[in-house]
């Protein structure tokens, strides 16, 4: 049996974001092969489980995300050298400057995740991405195999680190639920994200604000000064409606299932989970246009890189041409984005090391 020790999340249960999803649905759907360890932080969660999905779960009395990360991540290395489990699985570069000192004295494997190219995001300050670009580099070098989820960044890699990574992504099926669609006559497109300027809030809901399609976009808009002030300019518009964060996932379903078109802005990041999850519902999406989403999507969606652009597709763009991109996306989300796939890709790399 390989015992499998996962770093660089919350924890689960699931209740953060991307790489929370992808734990949870790792130790829901693994063999019996594979015995897992999750590292959780305390600060998050109240009731405080030892085990889940047939996981053991090891709390931490720091924060998984931000400034903490990096003590957090380095915290759980520290307790795996103790633990000795045959893999370990870190997801995101934070803690990655420990990775010289914990091979000398450990013989796990390591294999990372590096997430998607962290360090490149225009939220963080140039000291932060240095540090990270840094970091990213040490997990390049001392990780016995390195994951990326989308063809652009493993490209990235080899390029960059001169290091061959496995492309391995995000299952999206979970999101679709044995439920019947709430009858709705309303007829509206559908927008879901953090708000970010590097998602293209602000063209999206710009192109919107010309239109008299509905939309209805969920994020975190008071999350940041950033959402505050665009939750405020465009909610004045009857045909933009803004919703807070849904995390139960029967009530987005009902969102995802009722929609006619689906908004894609992500403009970094790799392969997104939001989208592989909308994948499945079989509906239109427009993207926006950057080598993540074309390769996420095969080159099969609409995309779009402007106001004028997006605000085109929406007027122009014919019932055949929806239809055909709604096939393609979920012909697309059938043969790449399931969890059972994906966990059998994970494993194959555990066992690898045997």
């Keep these: 049996m390989g015992k499998i020790a996962v770093i660089g999340t919350v924890g689960i249960p699931a209740c953060y974001g991307g790489f929370e999803s992808l734990v949870e649905n790792l130790t829901k759907n693994s063999s ?6 999750v590292f959780c932080s305390s600060k998050d969660y109240n009731n405080k489980l030892s085990f889940y999905n047939n996981a053991k779960l090891i709390y931490l009395p720091l924060r998984a995300n931000g400034v903490q990360s990096i003590p957090y991540d380095i915290l759980s290395l520290l307790k795996c050298l103790r633990i000795k489990p045959d893999v370990v699985l870190i997801l995101g570069v934070s803690g990655c400057i420990f ?25 963080w300050g140039q000291c932060t991405r240095q540090f990270l670009k840094w970091s990213e580099s040490l997990a390049a070098k001392f990780s016995d195999v390195v994951i990326t989820d989308n063809q652009a960044i493993s490209d990235y890699v080899l390029k ?46 710009e192109a919107f604000s010309k239109s008299k399609r509905k ?15 665009l939750k405020k300019q465009y909610s ?22 009722q929609c006619s078109r ?74 790449r984005y399931t969890w059972s796939k994906i966990t059998e890709n994970y ?3 555990y066992l690898s090391f045997s």
């Excluded at 993540?292 to 969606?301: E, I, L, Q, V």
């Design 160 to 205: 960059e680190y001169a290091v061959k990574s496995q492309t391995i992504a995000y299952g999206g099926d979970h999101a679709i639920r044995h439920l019947s669609a709430d009858s709705t006559q309303e007829i509206f497109d559908l927008g879901l994200c953090r708000i970010e300027p590097e998602n293209n809030v602000v063209m999206i809901l």
């Design 215 to 229: 939309l209805k976009f969920v994020g975190n808009w008071q999350a940041s000064e950033f959402g505050r002030i």
């Design 236 to 257: 004045i518009h009857d045909n933009i409606e803004l919703l807070e964060p849904i995390y139960d996932l029967d009530r987005l379903y009902q969102l995802r299932i």
């Design 347 to 349: 494993e194959s790399i």
């Design 262 to 335: 689906y908004i894609h802005g992500h403009s970094a990041g790799g392969t997104n989970p939001s989208l592989v999850e909308m994948m499945h519902f079989g509906i239109p999406i427009f993207a926006f246009d950057c080598s993540f989403n074309r390769y996420s999507t095969d080159d099969k969606a609409h995309y779009f890189n402007s106001i004028e652009e997006l605000s085109r597709l929406m007027n122009s763009t014919n019932n055949d041409e929806l239809k055909k991109n709604a096939l393609a996306m979920k012909d697309i989300a059938l043969k």
């Design 99 to 123: 990775l010289p000192l914990f091979k000398l004295f450990s013989r796990s494997k390591v294999v990372t995740n590096i997430d998607g190219l962290e360090w490149k995001r225009n939220k």
């Design 32 to 37: 019996n092969k594979i015995e897992y360890t």
